[in-house]
């Protein structure tokens, strides 16, 4: 049976030239039809690929076997880089207190990349069944400093994973992203009873994460809410534009818009040039410094190429 009606869909997976779709608009969640395409023959996309989250409109649909083309690619909203993932409206950077070892440099490059693309960026501290009560409360401020209201959890607590579980039903697509091991997908796997997506403990030597999940995935909690669970990775130094950067961090961001801090140069980087008003006294400080460092460099080598 084959049906010559039109429809949109919002991709989930990608293998090869593969890609699952999950219809949209549709009335009735529980039975969500899902179809196996690929892109029709005859479409260029000018080049531009498809990515998890993307919304397609497809045809040539066949309700038996469950197959589709897609035709044509909907205006994206935003494009996440690494990983790829389209049109997300809320990024959870997540890291273990413990079992693999919080590594603040991480946390930070983790935090401002993730600010770079614009949305709602959130911090999630998972395994603090590992350490005491005094350590998550030190960590909680510590955060908090950095102008994050970090969500701690623990396995054998559910207060927190209730709150989080509720706050995550209200938004349209989230990302789950930090390095392998943390318990990102366990938090998932919580999160949609049922699931049962592949967890590893971290290894035992050197506690790292095993890189169990490799693909990246779109899962439906409620009808119009998504996550995406991604695979576990370390960031690495990365550029971003130097002009950018003081509004990232929200201890800059909140001295020139609330103090109303001025510098004698308009477009001052907040470095130890003359004229700087800045009060450099917060942790993150030379995390800044050093980001702005190393991306002015490659800003100049680029200029001379
Ligand atoms: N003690 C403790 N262990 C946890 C907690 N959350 C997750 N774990 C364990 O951490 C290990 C790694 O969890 P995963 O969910 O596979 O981690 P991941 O972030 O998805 O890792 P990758 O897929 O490799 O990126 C598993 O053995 C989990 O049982 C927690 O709150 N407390
Ligand atoms: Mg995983
Ligand atoms: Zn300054």
Known sequence: M??????????????NEFFLVDLINQEN????????????????????????????????????????????????????????VANISNIYIIFS????????SQVNRFLISAESMGVEVSLVLTKCDLISEK??????????????????????NSNNFNTLLAELKKKKCSIFMG??????????????????NSTAPVSNKIKRGKNTTRNVELFSILNRSYIVDTPGFNMQPFDVDIRLLPNLYSEIFKQVTEKGIKCKFRNCLHLDD????????????????????????????????
């Not at 084959?2 to 293998?15: D, P, R």
């Not at 800045?278 to 190429?305: A, C, T, V």
Request: with cysteine.
């Open 29 to 84: 969640y529980e039975n969500q039809i899902r179809f196996l395409c690929k892109v029709k023959k005859s479409i260029n996309f000018k080049d531009q690929l498809i990515y998890v989250g993307d919304e397609v409109e497809i045809d040539h649909i066949d309700l038996r076997s469950k197959r589709a083309l897609i035709t044509s690619l909907l205006k994206r909203k935003n494009l996440l880089i690494r990983p790829s």
């Open 135 to 156: 350590r998550r409360l030190f960590l909680l401020d510590k955060f908090a400093q950095w102008g994050y209201k970090a969500i701690s959890l623990d396995l054998k």
């Open 179 to 196: 390095p392998s091991g943390v318990g990102k997908t366990t938090l998932l796997n919580m999160i949609i009873p049922g699931l049962q």
């Open 274 to 305: 003359e004229g700087c008003n800045l009060d450099k006294s917060f942790e993150r400080y030379p995390f800044y410094k050093e980001m702005i460092e190393s991306s002015k460099i490659h800003y100049y080598q680029n200029q001379e190429d």
């Open 2 to 15: 084959k049906t010559k009606s039109k429809c949109f869909g919002l991709v989930t997976k990608k293998y």
């Open 97 to 104: 207190v413990e079992e693999p070892e919080l590594n603040l």
